[in-house]
């Protein structure tokens, strides 16, 4: 039976792109989703072997979504899709339950033979990853998150500029509870305005600048 994969990219052309390429070379595409919310929800329905997630997507990304995934069903092996190579975003996902990081500047070969390596029990990283997120990885998961999964995706949401209302609509929570999770936020990270909620989400890796 070829692997099943559940594959999310906000991005059409690369997402079509991928589940072709991932095809041509025997995997089932079981889903391509335009983002980690939906992702999350193709995972429970489906329940893939793998899941590759791209690392900036709106909403809820990469790393969010994998948190949410291994929470729920600790099944399927996770792999993140990231432009980026950025070692700040490492220790979240390692936590997060990640176990294949693979930029989107090498080929196809590589994320079939991460593929392999986490189906394998391996953590794997992209050859052409810098040595700060290779160390990065040899660390493992670091110091505990001071947010919550919860907590986190509000900063993300608020960095993408939406307000308490829409937070609360997004996150299926009451407009009270989105206010106490960003009030817990501040306090906890000592940040005093949504400026520096910002700067802390681009430091995190939360959001693209």
């Given amino acids: 039976m070829p692997l099943r994969v559940?594959?999310?990219?906000?991005?059409?052309?690369?997402?079509?792109?991928?589940?072709?390429?991932?095809?041509?070379?025997?995997?089932?595409?079981?889903?391509?989703e335009?983002?980690?919310?939906t992702a999350?929800?193709?995972?429970?329905?489906?329940?893939?072997?793998?899941?590759?997630l791209d690392m900036a997507m709106p909403g809820l990304n990469g790393v969010e979504a994998a948190h949410e995934i291994t929470r729920r069903e600790p099944r399927p092996h996770v792999l993140l899709l990231s432009g980026l190579d950025d070692p700040r975003v490492v220790p979240a996902a390692l936590r997060a339950g990640v176990r294949g990081f693979v930029l989107k500047a090498q080929g196809v070969?590589?994320?079939?033979?991460?593929?392999?390596?986490?189906?394998?029990?391996?953590?794997?990283?992209?050859?052409?990853?810098?040595?700060?997120?290779?160390?990065?990885?040899?660390?493992?998961?670091?110091?505990?998150?001071?947010?919550?999964?919860?907590?986190?995706?509000?900063?993300?949401l608020v960095a993408e500029g939406q307000s308490t209302k829409q937070i609360a609509q997004?996150?299926?929570?009451?407009?009270?509870?989105?206010?106490?999770?960003?009030g817990s936020v501040m306090r906890k990270l000592h940040i005093h305005d949504t400026a520096g909620l910002v700067r802390y989400a681009i430091r995190q890796g939360l959001i693209t600048p």
């Fill in 109 to 156: 070969d590589d994320l079939l033979r991460a593929i392999e390596a986490v189906v394998g029990g391996s953590l794997y990283v992209s050859p052409g990853a810098s040595q700060a997120v290779v160390d990065a990885c040899a660390a493992g998961a670091g110091a505990p998150d001071p947010l919550s999964p919860r907590e986190r995706q509000v900063v993300q």
């Fill in 40 to 52: 999350v929800e193709a995972v429970r329905r489906l329940a893939p072997d793998v899941v590759v």
């Fill in 170 to 182: 997004l996150l299926r929570i009451s407009v009270k509870t989105a206010e106490f999770h960003r």
């Fill in 6 to 32: 559940v594959l999310a990219d906000d991005h059409l052309i690369l997402r079509q792109g991928l589940k072709a390429l991932l095809e041509s070379h025997g995997l089932d595409v079981v889903a391509a």
């Fill in 34 to 37: 335009p983002d980690g919310r």
